[in-house]
């Protein structure tokens, strides 16, 4: 921790320490947890230099509401714009979103197009997503006689 945030310090515009401050302060892995300072850096990097890891990590801040308040609304653009900029967890998390009805409204043919382009990653959660999805709009056939 102590190397990439002398980094940081030194130059608040190098985006690899800076994201890797955020993930740190967000984790509390070797430093203390501080959701102020993760969310604070995710957001000058998404807003500033429209970072897509940045977006869809402000938009985790958003839904949760660490370290502002909480807000599906803004998590739910966030989480747009980091899978419009083709960042592969977006994909999974805002097909998740449109399952879900968080910050718009639910809508299964965009959580399916959203999980798809997941798996066409090779994301093992958006396959089995798919998978179950296909499960649950199979019937059982109904049985008929040829007379």
Avoid at 18 to 38: I, P
């Amino acid at each position: 921790y102590t190397h990439f945030f002398k980094a940081y310090e030194i130059n608040k515009d190098h985006v690899p320490s800076s994201l890797m401050v955020a993930h740190l302060k967000y984790t509390g892995s070797g430093t203390h947890v501080d959701y102020d300072v993760s969310f604070n850096i995710y957001y000058d990097l998404a807003v500033h230099k429209r970072i897509p890891q940045a977006m869809n990590n402000l938009a985790q801040h958003y839904l949760k509401g660490l370290g502002t308040s909480k807000d599906p609304k803004n998590a739910f653009i966030w989480y747009k714009l980091a899978a419009d900029s083709d960042y592969l967890p977006a994909y999974e998390n805002l097909a998740d979103c449109y399952e879900k009805g968080i910050g718009c409204s639910k809508d299964k043919n965009l959580n399916s197009k959203y999980l798809e382009k997941a798996s066409n990653y090779n994301n093992r959660i958006a396959k089995n997503k798919i998978k179950m999805n296909i499960t649950c709009f199979l019937t059982k056939p109904t049985s008929f006689s040829f007379d």
